[in-house]
């Protein structure tokens, strides 16, 4: 069979990426697998050198890190398929996704990281390893799709699983880059995803979904900021919408626009983190109804149409697992965005992303100020 193109496919070790992999090959492509080992305090060497490729290894999955197992069942699935695998090392490329998760929640900001990752790391230097090797094409194993639109310009649209749908965290990708990318398991149900691995025998069919940050181990996201900083101090007051102070917290980074539990103080009824001021240190809380917002500013904006062409009125997400709205959005200068819900929204949260939709295309976004 005529290979198609030579495509680089980002492996995690779940089962998404994995049947990407059988995808691309049924479709003739020539697949290079590579898995990008990045684990937090991870022992591998990093990359030296200023703008130098991530150093290109075999991988020994003997090497430990915080996604040593994952590394293994990437590399059993490739072995199983007959396909070259890689590990990058991009320790110090991640370092700079550290900070910013570090940076952002001392800020009393939510940040994304999985979101910078897919702009920085995912999109960003795998397509820079991808040129080193020859390679047209980066896949990942997404729920997203890409198509070409009217104009033959290629269309980002959201995955045919709406259960499952990842275009909001690609929203930051370069529009450039789109032409490059594939994303093969768009146009499938997460049942059919697994279906397919249980046919092909992979280890993964049944693997579970990755529900937390990769590089927060302990899964606690205060004590990790606390132990990736200097000595800045963050505690202060638990205030109520009124100015009533009702306690006292370690520091803001414990908290988030929305967070009902672990608030550390019992008030009778359940109350909610309404506001955080990094300023005075002091988190707000009040009650459901107090997290309404009629609009939003963001900035950082990064458009995958043409900015003229993104609609007065269309549909905008807040958060990842929300769902999207009707609204008003308003382009202004300096890559900002104003966005007026036809109704109140709760739980807007600073740091996180607003991305704009058009029906099922991915029109772009930024990141709520």
Request: aromatic share 8%.
């Amino acid at each position: 069979m005529e290979v198609m193109a030579r495509v680089v496919l980002a492996m995690s070790g779940g089962v998404d990426s994995s049947v990407a992999a059988h995808l691309l090959l049924e479709q003739g492509h020539e697949v290079i697998g590579v898995f990008m080992r990045h684990g937090h305090q991870s022992p591998v060497a990093c990359a030296v050198g200023t703008g130098e490729l991530p150093v290109v290894s075999r991988l020994d999955h003997k090497q430990g890190c915080c996604t040593a197992e994952d590394a293994a069942d990437a590399r059993r699935v490739a072995d199983k398929l007959s396909i070259p695998f890689y590990a990058l090392n991009l320790d110090r490329e991640f370092g700079r996704i550290i900070d910013y998760f570090v940076e952002e929640y001392t800020a009393g900001r939510t940040p994304n990281p999985c979101v910078q990752c897919n702009n920085w790391i995912k999109f960003g230097k795998l397509f820079d390893y991808a040129d080193s090797v020859g390679a047209e094409f980066v896949a990942t194993g997404h729920y997203a799709r890409l198509e070409q639109d009217a104009a033959g310009q290629t269309a980002l649209l959201r995955g045919r699983d709406s259960g499952k749908d990842q275009s909001y965290v690609l929203f930051g990708i370069q529009k450039k880059l789109l032409p490059r990318m594939m994303l093969p398991v768009g146009d499938y149900e997460k049942v059919a995803i697994r279906q397919i691995a249980g046919g092909l025998g992979m280890n993964v069919a049944e693997k579970k979904d990755s529900q937390e940050i990769c590089f927060v181990t302990s899964g606690r996201y205060d004590e990790f900021v606390r132990g990736n900083r200097d000595e800045t101090d963050t505690s202060g007051e638990l205030v109520m919408t009124d100015g009533t102070v009702v306690g006292e917290h370690p520091g803001i980074e414990g908290f988030t626009i929305g967070q009902r539990k672990k608030l550390g103080v019992a008030l009778g009824s359940p109350k909610f983190v309404v506001r955080i001021d990094r300023e005075t240190c002091q988190v707000t809380l009040g009650d459901r109804e107090d997290l309404e917002r009629n609009e939003l500013t963001a900035d950082g904006t990064n458009w995958l149409v043409d900015p003229a062409e993104v609609p007065a009125h269309c549909e905008v997400q807040i958060r990842y697992n929300a769902a999207s709205v009707p609204a008003r959005v308003e382009l202004l200068p300096d890559n900002r965005l104003h966005v007026q819900f036809d109704q109140p929204q709760r739980g807007v949260a600073p740091g996180q992303a607003v991305v704009c939709y058009d029906g099922p295309r991915t029109l772009g976004g930024g990141w709520i100020e």
